[in-house]
């Protein structure tokens, strides 16, 4: 026996040392190679915008503390954003072309890649856009091109906005499995599947609101772009006017209905070259890496912070998909220290999560507001939680399309007693004193318990409806009245006083430098995020293949089965009380 241990023990050895010198001669190749990793832009070139791999506003920055290895990434959204900025004035830079762009940005996002691409336009270069078919979403984001080509076998998806939340207090009732809510706000429908098996009125109202005012801004900017009328364009979406080709062109949506290779040949005669010529494509994300060491001027010394807090905010030290209290709270630390930095922004990008860590990062906000101005830039989502923490900044920004509000908390609770009986599993309970067992799932939930819980939830949402009221000086009464959960668009947010301003991170940055008293600045994105060499190796998934366990659960499940698999996991770790967006909103 004592031999096997010492075989195993020797087999587990010579596999960490093959693991610690993998990741080592992947550190040492990435340090090798890091001195020139920027594209070589030729004479004559142009931009392809592809968009596919983007999905995050801040793609960030690690610090391997274990290994002392620094890694950044320039493939989010402010990374394109900075390089189409750098190419307008990149004279080898031509125009943009928006190839079969498969787009997973969300609406706020859409609109400031869109926004960049109308002033790119303004330097004189093109651009165009071709696809063999178009999402609405892409096609809101394509129609801003001189000219827009389809596919003679494609089509246009135009129809209106529409979104489906499913129900299940049936499913419950049949399966045993029931959730006991504790909520407070009438609208706080991030429950309301499990109460009930329709739309209640609240929520149905404010889902038209929402997806109205959503519309109306993609409408209003397609309007513009196509010189079409908002009453035309909605009549082409209720009659599905753009369903053929043919149909698309009459309807002005397209300019030319054409092959792939016709769009390159127009291409080549805008650039001047012959139609046997190849024309120089450079990666928008490859362009982006030359962009990044090019945008800013280090010769100022004034800094704008700009500080991303981005995905459901759950603690922790988070990292590009997690907002953590460690990295958001040492980020605004840092820069209130650092008398180069004159003012912070915050871009949220969240549909809220935890309270108690909503809190702390209010709590170093506002710390950090009496030394330096703080000014928020919100993105897709800035709900709940993500509202929270953005309520006591100097100025919020939003985009007209950003869902925001949500001001409201509950409490969920699995309950298997029915299954329990139905499956023969009997739980007994014994203790010392009358509230020492807490919640057993396999217990009906007990109402001193219940009470308990509710005043919790009763306290933070007091709390919440407090901190509003400070940071946007209104009554506590005046925020309860357009709170109680109900989601806003920035554009119905600015008008109850939730918000200042409608306008871009850019927006955001210049305000901020205004209140920090300066106008020759650069930016500085944070967080870093601190990471070990146990972190590095929760994503190793076996030596054969190389693949994270997300590739690995994408290829068997695909991009909407791993999407439900991660909304799963979401919810079984969220855990006390969550100021959390009512539910998952994917608009289409």
């Given amino acids: 026996m004592r031999f096997l241990g010492n075989v195993l023990a020797t087999i587990v050895g010579l596999f960490v040392f093959s693991i610690i010198a993998f990741f080592g001669l992947i550190i040492i190749g990435a340090a090798a190679g890091s001195g020139d990793d920027t594209v070589k832009v030729k004479n004559n070139s142009v931009l392809e915008l592809d968009l596919s791999k983007v999905t995050l506003d801040y793609a960030g920055k690690t610090n391997y503390k274990d290994f002392n290895y620094f890694e950044a990434h320039h493939d989010g959204v402010t990374d394109i954003l900075n390089a189409i900025e750098v190419a307008k004035s990149d004279k080898k830079i031509k125009g943009i072309s928006i190839l079969n762009n498969q787009s997973q940005l969300g609406l706020a996002q859409n609109k400031a890649v869109r926004d960049k691409l109308e002033e790119f336009k303004k330097s004189g270069k093109f651009v165009y856009a071709y696809a063999n078919y178009y999402t609405q979403s892409e096609y809101y984001l394509n129609s801003v091109a001189d000219q827009v080509y389809l596919n003679p076998m494609g089509e246009v998806d135009f129809k209106g906005l529409s979104s489906e939340i499913i129900y299940m207090k049936d499913l419950q009732e049949k399966s045993g499995v029931k959730m006991e809510v504790i909520r407070h706000g009438k609208y ?42 908002v009453a035309q364009l909605n009549a082409i979406a209720n009659s599905l006017g753009a369903r053929t080709p043919e149909l698309a062109l009459a309807n002005k949506l397209v300019d030319k209905v054409a092959y792939e290779d016709e769009y390159h040949d127009m291409i080549r005669a805008k650039l001047k ?71 912070i922004v915050l871009r949220v990008n969240s549909p809220g999560g935890s309270a108690l860590t909503s809190e702390l990062i209010w709590r170093e906000i506002e710390i950090t507001k009496k030394t330096k101005p703080v000014v928020v830039s919100m993105g897709n989502y800035a709900a709940s939680g993500g509202y929270y923490i953005a309520a006591n900044a100097d100025r919020i920004f939003a985009e007209p399309n950003t869902i925001t509000g949500s001001i409201g908390v509950f409490g969920m609770l699995p309950n298997m007693t029915q299954l329990g009986k139905n499956i023969g599993i009997n739980a007994e309970q014994v203790k010392t004193h009358e509230n020492a067992s807490g919640y057993s799932i396999f217990e009906p939930i007990d109402e001193n318990f219940k009470g308990y819980i509710l005043e919790s939830i009763e306290k933070t949402y007091a709390t919440f409806l407090q901190r509003v009221a ?40 210049k305000y901020a430098a205004k209140l920090g008293k300066t106008d020759s600045y650069r930016t500085e994105n944070f967080p870093e995020y601190e990471k070990s060499f146990e972190d590095l190796l929760a994503n190793f998934t076996g030596m054969a293949m190389f693949k994270t366990k997300e590739q690995l659960l ?9 999407q439900m698999l991660e909304q799963i996991k979401r919810i079984k770790s969220r855990k006390g009380i969550q100021a959390m967006m009512p539910y998952e909103i994917e608009i289409h």
């Fill in 273 to 343: 070259l012959d139609k046997k010529e190849k024309y120089d494509i450079v990666s928008i994300t490859d362009y982006a890496k030359t962009a990044a060491s090019t945008v800013e001027d280090y010769t100022k010394t004034d800094i704008i912070a700009v500080i991303y807090a981005q995905g459901e905010i759950a603690g922790g030290e988070g990292d590009v998909n997690v907002i953590g209290e460690g990295s958001i709270k040492r980020s605004l630390q840092e820069a209130r220290e650092n008398d180069d930095v004159k003012a």
């Fill in 188 to 229: 706080k429908s991030a429950v309301e599947p499990f109460l009930a098996q329709e739309m209640s009125p609240e929520n149905r109202e404010q889902m038209t609101v929402l997806l109205n005012s959503v519309w109306n801004t993609i409408v209003e900017d397609i309007a513009k772009s196509r010189k079409l009328s």
């Fill in 554 to 562: 994408k290829e068997q499940l695909g991009e909407e089965g791993f």
């Fill in 470 to 509: 400070d940071g946007r000086k209104m009554k506590t009464e005046d925020v309860d009245a357009i709170a109680q959960g109900r989601v806003w668009t920035g554009v119905d947010a600015q008008k109850l006083g939730l918000v200042d301003e409608i306008g871009g991170l850019d927006d955001a940055i």
